[in-house]
């Protein structure tokens, strides 16, 4: 083997889905992680992986993406949070996720953020393996989530120099929360906590199309039908100052890039 090439360290390495040992890398677009034997090059795990076979020590970290799509079909049919937690305690995937949706919900909100973006780009980030795991299967709900029928609308205040053009892509770096109803993001986007005096309010309206998993039922307020999505997005068209509620608000009118969701 080449001289230049790295032997990975049980220090270098992260834990996996399934607890295993490993690395994050960027494949196609997608976060993958790719297990990694003692003393396996990681050159050699990927051409392992790539080729679809097993890492030396034989770990099987694929996950049953089929799983996940069922689960969010489930919660997405209009599931009460009783039925949601009754479901939880019958299937080890959504059981492993439903803390961080909890935690999501709640003044941790940023932090499951971050840890989700950290995931998706395969950064490292201190964090307990517990809740990262937990981060990880919400992740995958999210991303196997049917896609959405109706519009989604996320409110947001932005420093005064953000602009977006038709045709610009942004990816929302891990999950991120939507709601289906435009009042209760044109609110946020107004009078949200956190907001700056050179702050300026922005609508994200996402067409029909986008994976999207409906948590309202586990929000304080499912009202506010809180869903969350994720991933890649392309502005379709633009109308700044557009008075929403007495206040000009710019509206980027986005439709999902992922190919996953057509």
């Given at each position: 083997k080449s001289s230049n090439m790295k032997w990975f360290s049980e220090d270098d390495l992260t834990d996996g889905p399934g607890?295993?040992?490993?690395?994050?890398?960027?494949?196609?677009?997608?976060?993958?992680f790719i297990p990694v034997g003692k003393g396996e090059n990681i050159a050699d795990a990927l051409t392992k992986r790539l080729s679809g076979k097993k890492s030396s020590d034989k770990l099987e970290t694929k996950v049953g993406s089929g799983d996940y799509a069922d689960i969010?079909?489930?919660?997405?049919?209009?599931?009460?949070?009783?039925?949601?937690i009754k479901l939880a305690d019958k299937n080890s995937k959504l059981n492993e996720a439903f803390p961080a949706m909890e935690?999501?919900?709640s003044n941790d909100h940023q932090?499951?953020?971050?840890?989700?973006?950290?995931?998706?780009?395969?950064?490292?980030?201190?964090?307990?393996?517990?809740?990262?795991?937990?981060?990880?299967?919400?992740?995958?709900?999210?991303?196997?989530?049917?896609?959405?029928?109706?519009?989604?609308?996320?409110?947001?205040?932005?420093?005064?120099?953000?602009?977006?053009?038709e045709g610009d892509t942004f990816d929302t770096g891990g999950i991120a929360s939507f709601s289906y109803n435009e009042n209760v993001a044109s609110t946020f986007a107004i009078h949200g906590g956190g907001m700056r005096s050179k702050d300026k309010p922005v609508l994200i309206k996402v067409k029909p199309g986008a994976?999207?998993?409906?948590?309202?039922?586990?929000?304080q307020f499912p009202e506010e039908k809180e869903t969350v999505s994720m991933g890649k997005f392309k502005v379709v068209s633009v109308k700044k100052g557009?008075?929403?509620?007495?206040?000009?608000?710019?509206?980027?009118?986005?439709?999902?890039?992922e190919e996953s969701n057509g």
């Open positions: 607890g295993e040992r490993g690395i994050w890398r960027t494949i196609n677009g997608r976060a993958t969010s079909k489930k919660i997405n049919s209009g599931l009460s949070r009783k039925e949601i935690k999501f919900l932090k499951i953020r971050e840890i989700s973006k950290s995931i998706e780009i395969g950064k490292a980030i201190k964090s307990d393996l517990k809740v990262k795991k937990s981060v990880m299967s919400f992740n995958e709900l999210v991303k196997n989530a049917p896609p959405s029928k109706k519009d989604l609308w996320r409110g947001l205040h932005v420093g005064k120099d953000f602009s977006l053009e994976r999207a998993l409906n948590i309202s039922e586990l929000a557009q008075k929403v509620r007495g206040t000009k608000i710019d509206i980027y009118e986005v439709e999902s890039s």
